[in-house]
């Protein structure tokens, strides 16, 4: 197996890892390649289906510093990691973020890493694009659920539609390539999802529609906003030739081409398709717990034995210890008695 399929399938074949240097394989023989870190719990936005409109934050001493963020991902990179995705809430509100970018980019420029990126609300691109672009960053992800608007900040209740469109303008024009991330909401944005089709190709921009998933209490009933991806690939079946294609990412998206536009559109079903058995990910939150599966309650403190010690032996051992317990797999359900969330915990928490 090419280092290339490992990291695209997660799955690894025991015997044929030696080129790692100590891989990091959970008990079903997923290679974990994948770390995504969210770096701060705040945000400029305040998405409905992401946050609630007053939200607690944590205190800024519970977080880890950026030199510890530096050791915890050098850690994971050692231990088999290839590729780093920086989220949050919104990784480009901390402060100092662009030194702990600078950083990182050293791990790219030694080969030790294939990919450094981020997943932003664009807000702050206009600011750091370039900048991003200079240190090594080829592609980002961009979320963004509607072209109006009013639309746009019903939604993220705080957010400016131009200064995302200014922020996606200054990353492409920095080189940069996007992909959009859009959550198709109930009656939000059912009706424009095929405008977003048209718009994100038309930019050579592909485009990810996401299942609104139950994490968090958001204060607005779940069903609500829940919109089966079962239901949009039908309307949008409707519209455009939606052809099968073998792309993959090692993420869960599945990715159709759209044949009038030419562009990939991917499709993320967390609630009504099983994508668990290629896991190659684990995500670590800004105070150093590790999340094994975003869908499941058990996690890992990974801030004790960072700070124990000077060397990185109690983290190795308690990294190790985390992927052994990593679970199969999630069971998302939204409690339709209830309306409650499967999980306590923000996506902002784990982040996306
Ligand atoms: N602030 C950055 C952003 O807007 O992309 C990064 C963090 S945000 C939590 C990452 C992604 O998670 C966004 O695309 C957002 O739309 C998505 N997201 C947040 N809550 C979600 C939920 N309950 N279900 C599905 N997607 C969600």
């Not at 562009?263 to 999340?291: A, D, K, Q």
């Amino acid at each position: 197996m090419t280092d290339t399929a490992y990291m695209e399938t997660g799955v690894v074949e025991p015997s044929r890892h030696s080129r790692q240097r100590s891989p990091l394989v959970d008990p079903f023989q997923r290679a974990i390649t994948y770390l995504r870190v969210s770096v701060t719990d705040r945000c400029d936005f305040r998405c409905v289906y992401c946050m609630s409109e007053h939200m607690t934050f944590l205190p800024k001493a519970d977080l880890l510093t950026l030199e510890e963020l530096d050791q915890l991902c050098s850690v994971f990179i050692a231990k088999g990691v290839r590729k780093l995705r920086l989220t949050g809430g919104e990784p480009l509100v901390r402060r100092g973020i662009m030194t702990l970018f600078g950083s990182l980019a050293r791990h790219l420029d030694s080969g030790d890493l294939d990919e450094l990126t981020l997943t932003t609300n664009g807000s702050q691109l206009p600011k750091y694009a370039a900048e991003l672009a200079s240190l090594g960053i080829k592609r980002i992800n961009v979320s963004l659920d509607t072209l109006d608007p009013d639309k746009f900040r019903a939604i993220t209740r705080w957010g400016e539609l131009d200064k995302v469109m200014a922020g996606i303008d200054a990353a492409q024009a920095a080189g940069l390539r996007i992909k959009i991330n859009a959550v198709a909401l109930k009656g939000v944005n059912e009706d424009e999802l095929g405008e977003l089709v048209r718009w994100a190709h038309g930019r050579d921009m592909d485009l990810t529609i996401i299942e609104v998933m139950p994490l968090g209490d958001v204060g607005e009933g779940r069903l609500d906003q829940y919109l089966p991806l079962s239901m949009v690939r039908a309307r949008l079946a409707e519209q455009f030739t939606l052809q099968e294609i073998d792309y993959r990412t090692g993420g869960p998206a599945r990715f159709v081409r759209v044949a009038e536009t030419g562009g990939r559109l991917g499709f993320i079903t967390p609630l009504t398709h099983n994508f668990c058995e290629s896991c190659n990910r684990v995500r670590l939150t800004c105070t150093g717990t590790l999340y094994m599966c975003l869908g499941q309650e058990d996690a890992a403190d990974l801030r004790t034995p960072l700070r124990a010690s000077e060397g990185n032996d109690l983290l190795d051992a308690a990294i190790e210890d985390a992927i052994a317990r990593k679970p199969k797999g999630h069971d998302f359900i939204i409690d339709r008695r209830h309306q409650r969330p499967a999980l306590a915990r923000h996506m902002s928490v784990t982040g996306g």
